[in-house]
């Protein structure tokens, strides 16, 4: 008996062995495995999420979810004195908010190539411009004329262009005054074409077309196959002005926009335009096979293009499907005027030729990203879910809950002619019980999906600032992130390459002062003006070493800024009030940052 009862434990223990070499190993691993990014490590992909109406960008590192930076755009950030300083004063042009909704990374060949992040501000109409180099914003332009409500935008795959539409129409030129009740005859839509400069990135208006006023709402750029075109949804056809919820959803039917833009570039190059509020509109009336209508059902909101450039996928808000459209069949039907008629002088392509696949994916598609393997994933707000769907079957294959309401998801490169997948990440609306209470104004979140397998499998919550709409993931080794400026290549206003170039220098009563920020002192740090004066600080961080930023923070102003190693800021100051100011470094920097200080002292008017 014992013999045997001995027998069969050892039996049961080679069996336990043998599931810990076999079935074991095959086991997956843990969630908390897969994004645990051990202390020192970093993680292998960065994410840039829009902040919304905070104005700004968010950097995430991914897998781990760690928030990296704010990079401040379009809103005042006193962390580094954006905002404060003279030139980041100038690119704001007053405004101190914006509210940011699609980040869109550089593309060559349609793939990120980690050169610049660009960025809409929608109230204003304006875009933005990082560089992926120093993560810092440079270049805000001002509002594109005519164009009201610039909530989409698109790169085209040589980041030729970034083509910006009107989500709210208006009277053209901007400033127009017009009774809201002659909105379907005196407002227009716009989608305008901002040429990107190749190699600094500076945009400038080319183009603009006119369209009637419907609401464009998202945009995808054709690439591979539909190179040269680019696809913008629009709800209203209607052309609702006033109770618009009911209103705008009346039409079984909306517009996909289909725009040759390339044509249209080339339209503008033969003088083929009128001048309106100091931009050249094209009438595709007028100038005909620049813009097609593509009818797509119910107030189609993301619109997306697969990574092969053939099928143009629409989101329908208020139908459970997308619909899929075939940019060849466009191509044939155009060439073969396939269409429904006209509207407003620009052909309806007959949506039985375009359209290859309504796909039943459930309730509430917003929006799509594509992976590797010929899958798509769409965002569904009311069931609160992202589904995965197979391109070419058009069959869905999987559906996971995500909490709660996703808008926009991000794919690693998911909207580009190569996306990587391995990750998603849904950015949803809505928190509810995920997080502890920080009051009545909840964090918003992120949730990162393992999407390598068949079945989709939540692996993080985390929550992200402001409110994210898009987002992208791009592979952290496309990035050469700066680690410091080159102080001997600076030709920053104001300069100086060493202390003994600092110094004060009075013209009348401007005051110039050339200021060294070292560790740990300034040089000057005791300054006299006199009442009345304008002075004028540029003050330079003369170190050479990593990762030694220092502040300087005038007392009972609203001056401050951070200086980051060889880098220079100006800031202008009045001196309407006598006294002594301190001043000193706000940002910790050494042993002695304490002692980082100095005087500056204001002489009352005679
Ligand atoms: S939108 S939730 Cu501003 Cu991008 Cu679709
Ligand atoms: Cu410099 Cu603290």
């Not at 069969?8 to 062995?17: C, Q």
Request: hydrophobic share 40%.
């Amino acid at each position: 008996m014992a013999i045997s009862a001995k027998r069969w434990l050892m039996a049961l223990l080679v069996a336990a062995a043998a599931l810990g070499t076999g079935a074991g190993c095959a086991r997956q691993k843990s969630a908390a495995d897969e994004v645990y990014v051990k202390p020192g490590d970093h993680d292998k992909y960065y994410a840039f999420l829009s902040g919304g109406h905070s104005g700004q960008v968010y950097v995430y590192g991914i897998p781990s979810g760690r928030l990296l930076n704010e990079i401040p755009v379009f809103s005042p950030y006193a962390r580094t004195g954006y905002g404060f300083d003279e030139e980041t004063k100038k690119m704001m042009a007053g405004y101190t908010w914006g509210d940011a909704h699609h980040p869109a990374i550089s593309e060559t060949n349609g793939q990120y190539d980690g050169r610049w992040l660009f960025i809409n501000d929608m109230p204003h109409a304006r875009l933005a411009r990082i560089n992926l180099s120093s993560f810092l914003t440079e270049e805000i332009t001002g509002p594109i004329p005519n164009v009201s409500g610039l909530h989409t935008f698109l790169l085209t795959p040589n980041t030729e262009y970034a083509l910006a539409a009107s989500r709210f129409s208006a009277p053209m030129p901007l400033g127009t005054y017009q009774p809201i009740d002659s909105y379907a005859k005196t407002f227009d839509g716009v989608i305008a074409a901002m040429k990107i400069d190749p190699k600094s990135g500076h945009m400038s208006l080319d183009y603009e077309i006119k369209t009637p006023p419907i609401d464009l709402d998202i945009s995808a750029a054709g690439k591979g196959a539909s190179e040269g075109w680019a696809f913008f949804t629009s709800y209203n056809t209607e052309l609702s002005y006033t109770d618009m919820e009911v209103g705008a959803s009346q039409h079984d039917q909306d517009f996909v926009v289909a725009v040759n833009w390339k044509a249209a570039a080339q339209a503008a190059l033969e003088g083929k335009y009128t001048m309106v509020g100091g931009a050249k509109v094209i009438d595709p009336a007028k100038t005909p096979g620049i813009i097609y209508f593509l009818p797509t059902p119910k107030s189609p909101h993301g619109v997306d293009v697969t990574p092969d450039g053939k099928y143009i996928v629409a989101s329908s808000k208020l139908s459970p499907t997308v619909t899929v459209h075939s940019f060849d069949n466009m191509m044939n039907a155009i060439r073969k005027k396939d269409f429904d008629g006209s509207w407003r002088g620009t052909p309806v392509v007959r949506y039985k030729s375009t359209m290859v696949a309504e796909v039943p994916v459930g309730l509430g598609p917003l929006h799509t990203q594509f992976d590797d393997k010929g899958y798509a994933y769409t965002t569904l707000f009311v069931d609160s879910a992202v589904v995965k769907w197979q391109l070419g079957s058009w069959k869905v294959l999987d559906k996971i809950p995500v909490t709660y309401n996703p808008g926009h998801l991000a794919v690693v490169g998911g909207d580009t002619t190569k996306p990587e997948g391995k990750y998603l990440l849904a950015m949803n609306k809505i928190t509810k019980d995920r997080f502890l209470g920080v009051g009545p104004d909840f964090p918003t979140i992120a949730q990162l999906v393992d999407i390598t397998g068949q079945k989709m499998r939540l692996l993080l919550d985390f929550p992200t600032m402001g409110e994210p709409h898009y987002g992208q993931i791009i592979a952290a080794d496309k990035l050469k992130p700066l680690r410091l400026f080159d102080l001997a290549k600076s030709s920053a206003p104001g300069v100086v390459h060493s202390e003994q170039e600092a110094g004060i220098t009075r013209n009348g009563n401007k005051v110039e002062v050339k200021m060294v920020a070292i560790r740990s002192h300034f040089k000057p740090d005791n300054i006299e003006v006199n009442q009345g004066d304008e002075v004028t600080f540029h003050v330079t961080n003369t170190e050479q070493d990593e990762n030694i930023a220092h502040g300087f923070a005038l007392d009972f102003t609203n001056l401050d800024i951070e200086v980051a190693p060889g880098e220079t800021k100006t800031v202008v100051w009045k001196a309407d009030k006598p006294g002594v100011y301190p001043f000193y470094c706000s940002n910790f920097c050494s042993a002695l940052h304490q002692e980082m200080q100095g005087y500056l002292a204001v002489r009352p008017r005679k």
